[in-house]
């Protein structure tokens, strides 16, 4: 198993923005797709963004032009840049890591908590 570690959740004003990282510290099996997911309370996992080895990228609709997934693959590390934040994107953010470039992801990271204030 892949594990991953995240890091950059907090709590911002709205409008605000946050970074968060995650790396893969220990790879069980070669990483193609990588990516973040949110939970916000009382709702299901959600996707909001992934990138592949490739560079190919995807978005929710509701984070477009707001947030930007990016990676270092010699780090097995990736990023999300996100602005203009919005009390509705206040969620646990987990990391994911997939072998193939699409489809469900194999390993999540534990979680990072982002509050968004109004």
């Known amino acids: 198993q892949v594990q991953l570690v995240e890091s950059g959740g907090g709590v911002v004003q709205a409008g605000g923005s946050l970074r968060l990282s995650c790396a893969a510290s220990r790879s069980g099996f070669s990483i193609n797709a990588m990516g973040w997911y949110r939970q916000a309370l009382g709702n299901q996992r959600e996707l909001v963004a992934t990138?592949?080895?490739?560079?190919?990228?995807n978005y929710a609709d509701s984070v477009k032009g707001r947030f930007t997934i990016s990676r270092d693959n010699a780090k097995n590390t990736v990023y999300l840049q996100m602005s203009s934040l919005k009390p509705e994107d206040t969620a646990v953010y987990y990391c994911?890591?997939?072998?193939?470039?699409?489809?469900?992801?194999?390993?999540w990271g534990q979680g990072t908590q982002v509050t968004v204030s109004s």
């Open positions: 994911s890591a997939n072998p193939l470039p699409w489809g469900s992801p194999m390993s």
């Open positions: 990138i592949t080895r490739g560079g190919t990228t």
